[in-house]
């Protein structure tokens, strides 16, 4: 029970959002990146253009799906390295986390229902992206590792 405890505070830790309001979503990457994740023996790359101006509640919803995705690498995916890369192409903002772990046999639930996968942060990812109107992929197999793709539609967010 104390091992579970530990584990539930530092889960609830980890998505607690750090300072957004006086950095950019890149900085707050980095920054989790440098502290929290390399702390745990990750070593997190972060492409993202300081450049890339987007909705307050979009960085919160990117920041989420990356912490989430960050867990799941720590915990399951024996990985040494990961990149989260945030990007525009054309009308799409394109969101990538990729790592160099075991990988897994996957199958997304579809938005709004438990779907097959017993993983609630992926459950939790794919209704994240659908209620922004987007579209989530993960490449993924037993013995490679992961990447996971979001795609979101600019035009939403005009």
């Not at 530990?6 to 990457?29: C, K, S, V």
């Not at 960050?70 to 989260?84: F, G, R, S």
């Amino acid at each position: 029970a104390a091992a579970n405890l530990i584990e539930a505070r530092r889960f609830i830790r980890e998505l607690t959002p750090p300072q957004l309001d006086d950095q950019t979503l890149g900085g707050a990457l980095r920054r989790l990146a440098r502290t929290q994740w390399a702390t745990q023996g990750l070593d997190v790359q972060v492409r993202v253009s300081d450049t890339v101006v987007l909705p307050m509640h979009l960085q919160t919803a990117l920041l989420r799906i990356t912490q989430g995705a960050i867990a799941n690498v720590l915990q399951h995916a024996h990985a040494t390295t990961a990149t989260v890369t945030i990007g525009i192409e054309g009308d799409t903002l394109r969101f990538t986390v990729e790592d160099d772990g075991t990988g897994f046999d996957a199958e997304l639930p579809e938005p709004g229902t438990a779907g097959k996968s017993d993983s609630f942060g992926l459950r939790a990812t794919a209704e994240r992206v659908h209620q922004l109107g987007g579209r989530l992929d993960i490449d993924t197999a037993s013995g490679r590792g992961t990447t996971l793709t979001v795609d979101l539609p600019l035009t939403e967010f005009a």
